[in-house]
């Protein structure tokens, strides 16, 4: 299966800034998978990333609160923005799927204060 | 559409006893079906998956899940309980355009 580098492992950031989630794949996969997991709860797909084209996003979440990149077949990125205590969750990437399994980064803490 | 149910928030089992972890779930066509568990501050780790053949799916650090295509359940089991196993866990189905859809997580204590 697939390894996948997330960072940040965490982060605080001040409300109105931004923040920007790299993932890193160890092999070319097709799609990737943008999570949100807020306190307490499950997770929630913010959106699916395919290569070479615009990201699609689920009901709720927008490009330009989620803007996210996927330059090539091993790298995405999801940037936060204008962030408010809302948004303080954990983040997860994953690929998938290949050979039927998902693997997921380690995630990214976020406290927005 | 897919769903999946996990009916309980929280379980405990004594160490050594054997443990469950409900899932249910609901898809048109052949069911697709996982488990991942999470520990604190982690990110989620695979257990197991369900696409085909056996119903009873063997998965890592021991666990096992039986599908039960009448029941339309997938529960996790172990036989023994370790104190380690203790975090949350979350059945998942694949769903359209090969998505993924996770119940709300079931957080499992065992009990020294």
């Known amino acids: 299966s697939a390894v996948i580098s997330q960072k940040p492992s965490r982060d605080i950031c001040q409300r109105g800034t931004s923040l920007t989630i790299q993932c890193q794949v160890d092999?070319?996969?097709?799609?990737m998978f943008w999570y949100r997991q807020q306190p307490g709860q499950s997770l929630t797909l913010i959106a699916t990333?395919?290569?070479?084209?615009?990201?699609?996003?689920e009901s709720g979440f927008v490009i330009d609160k989620f803007p996210i990149s996927r330059p090539n077949l091993t790298f995405s990125t999801l940037t936060v923005s204008n962030m408010s205590p809302e948004d303080s969750s954990i983040y997860l990437c994953s690929d998938g799927p290949i050979n039927y399994g998902y693997t997921f980064g380690s995630g990214t803490r976020l406290t927005v204060v | 559409a897919q769903s999946v149910a996990q009916p309980e928030d929280q379980v405990n089992v004594a160490e050594g006893n054997p443990l469950t972890v409900k899932c249910t779930y609901s898809v048109s066509g052949n069911p697709y079906l996982f488990w991942y568990v999470q520990y604190p501050n982690r990110g989620l780790q695979f257990l197991l998956k369900?696409?085909?053949?056996?119903?009873l799916v063997k998965g890592s650090y021991g666990f096992e899940a039986e599908f039960n295509k009448s029941q339309t359940s997938f529960h996790l089991k172990k036989p023994s309980a370790l104190v380690s196993d203790s975090a949350l866990y979350f059945c998942a189905v694949r769903g359209r355009d090969d998505k993924i859809i996770f119940g709300k997580g079931t957080r499992l204590h065992i009990l020294p």
């Open positions: 092999s070319q996969v097709t799609m």
């Open positions: 369900y696409i085909t053949g056996d119903n």
């Open positions: 990333a395919n290569q070479g084209s615009e990201a699609t996003y």
